[in-house]
């Protein structure tokens, strides 16, 4: 706001602290230079012309834009923005709160000491499993996965990862490139950092979480439509997989209610990003190249429809 408002008259910004309907999307962009949405708004084609013909920009707070279409973008001649970089150290964090949180079983103490029926020390109370040593599975090897991979080098982890290429970075610390079958069923966590695409979309169903070890952890910070959110359910109440940790979710803000009632799931409001630091970064890269679009520069970070 504070970069937006000296170049920007009028600057208006959404009454409602909640996700707007398609039609108050529609509403609210029609007539408008440029617009700052997030990750939470769904720009679809019907958003895209309502904001036509004036609109020339959609700066994305966020890296993520599968809730954007952009082929209709590109129709319409409206340029998408995003904040790459600046979150990946924030959320390869986040990833390790989850991975030590579900393995430790640090809810479970939380809520048993809140409950007051701790009793003291026993020697095999809220038995947890072992970090250090243990396999470390990365499905997409970009900036975050890359970032959690390099962490998990003081953990002396094996390192698996599954990618389209091969990544030097991880390669360096003596991780292996392997097929998504075999990360699966080798690591005892397997951390998602894939993009939301066709391909990706229930990446981890029933198939592949069966696949996964019985002592094994799933850990999801990337989007959560790439989880088959019923099937997960089903394996973590019979016991399939040990634990999930979760910071995303198929139908957000709705997880399926039966995630908050398990005990071997840790879950999380999509916070991977939030720190003051890395909103404030993301608010000026946002705020940034919508002004730079809007005075006839180019973006520093668009993103373009392929195909």
């Not at 720009?43 to 004036?54: M, R």
């Not at 809730?67 to 600046?86: M, Y």
Request: hydrophobic share 40%; glycine share 10%.
């Amino acid at each position: 706001m504070a970069i937006l408002r000296p170049a920007c008259e009028p600057l208006d910004v959404g009454p409602e602290d909640r996700r707007l309907s398609p039609d108050e999307l529609a509403a609210a962009v029609r007539g408008r230079d440029g617009v700052l949405c997030s990750v939470a708004d769904d720009i679809d084609a019907a958003v895209l012309e309502a904001a036509t013909p004036t609109c020339r920009v959609f700066a994305n707070f966020g890296v993520g834009v599968n809730h954007i279409d952009l082929k209709a973008a590109a129709r319409v001649g409206i340029t998408v923005t995003n904040t790459p970089g600046v979150l990946t150290d924030a959320t390869a964090d986040l990833t390790w709160t989850l991975i030590l949180a579900t393995a430790r079983r640090v809810p479970e103490g939380m809520a048993l000491l809140r409950s007051g029926n701790w009793k003291g020390w026993t020697p095999t109370q809220l038995l947890g499993h072992d970090v250090t040593g243990r396999t470390l599975g990365i499905l997409g090897a970009g900036r975050i996965g890359t970032a959690v991979g390099q962490r998990a080098a003081s953990f002396r982890m094996p390192l698996l990862y599954v990618d389209q290429r091969e990544n030097e970075v991880l390669d360096r610390v003596g991780a292996r490139r392997v097929g998504l079958d075999e990360c699966l069923s080798s690591s005892h966590f397997v951390s998602l950092h894939v993009p939301l695409t066709l391909q990706t979309r229930r990446l981890i169903g029933p198939r592949e979480l069966g696949l996964m070890r019985p002592d094994g952890i799933l850990i999801n910070t990337s989007r959560g439509e790439v989880v088959d959110e019923t099937a997960l359910v089903q394996a973590l109440r019979d016991r399939r997989i040990t634990a999930a940790g979760l910071d995303v979710y198929e139908r957000e803000p709705h997880p399926s209610p039966e995630l908050l009632t398990l005990p071997n799931v840790v879950c999380l409001p999509h916070v991977g990003s939030a720190t003051t630091g890395t909103r404030s970064a993301m608010a000026e890269l946002a705020a940034g190249d919508l002004l730079r679009v809007l005075n006839g520069q180019p973006p520093r970070h668009r993103v373009g429809h392929e195909g």
